[in-house]
């Protein structure tokens, strides 16, 4: 299995709708998660830490299952300023035996007027 | 946000010759690291900083060096550029190894 895995969509969903965006990762060792938001040619930048089962940041919601080793990011009421692509980071093996975080490849997200 | 430059933000060259990207932070991190993100591959990490003098390599480490003198101060360097180095660079910082990272705002380097 690979270090972190997400669906790369892209998904495109109307104005308003909930859009769930799944990652599952294989170091069941890691302990603290997070999701990135990348605009188009533009650096990624820190949506929400994972630290526990989960946390809420308004419209925002992320959860961790530990037991099936997956994260979970879940937008409600998607508005057109949410379109980018969603990175999943976990801590874990990033070549040459270092011990650092991990990035998914992303998933693309387009909200629909 | 985090006080973090990369220099140059655009760089083209030619195939052979050296070339050195700088990042520097204002906000006194302990790590920093350097990724290079691709088309279908997502960030991947080339080398990454523990402190001054203090590095290691990352997942796509070959054909690159850094060096660390000072805190604020992480030089990527190619010593004789590619065309399969053509990327966009980014650094970043971080209090930790498995605290957030922040990014600049990247560079974007073609070898021709």
């Known amino acids: 299995r690979k270090e972190v895995e997400q669906d790369p969509g892209p998904f495109n969903v109307p104005e308003g709708a909930t859009v769930a965006f799944n990652c599952t990762y294989s170091n069941s060792a890691s302990q603290s998660f997070f999701w990135y938001r990348q605009d188009c040619r533009k650096e990624p930048k820190l949506l929400m830490s994972v630290y526990s089962s989960g946390n809420e940041d308004g419209r925002f919601t992320a959860q961790l299952n530990r037991a099936s080793q997956y994260i979970s990011l879940l937008i409600r009421d998607s508005k057109l300023s949410d379109s980018a692509t969603y990175l999943c980071?976990?801590?874990?093996?990033?070549?040459?035996?270092?011990?650092?975080?991990?990035f998914g490849k992303g998933t693309k997200l387009s909200v629909i007027p | 946000d985090a006080g973090i430059t990369q220099s140059p933000r655009h760089k083209v060259t030619e195939t052979g010759t050296p070339v050195t990207l700088r990042c520097h932070q204002t906000e006194n991190h302990r790590y920093m690291y350097w990724y290079r993100q691709d088309p279908g591959h997502g960030l991947r990490l080339i080398h990454y900083s523990y402190g001054v003098k203090d590095t290691d390599k990352g997942e796509v480490s070959d054909g690159y060096s850094v060096s660390r003198s000072k805190t604020e101060d992480f030089l990527l360097t190619l010593e004789s550029a590619t065309s399969s180095q053509t990327s966009v660079y980014f650094c970043?910082?971080?209090?930790?190894?498995?605290?957030?990272?922040?990014f600049g705002d990247g560079t974007r380097l073609s070898i021709l």
């Open positions: 970043a910082i971080s209090d930790g190894q498995s605290q957030p990272q922040h």
């Open positions: 980071v976990v801590p874990g093996d990033s070549g040459a035996g270092s011990y650092q975080l991990t």
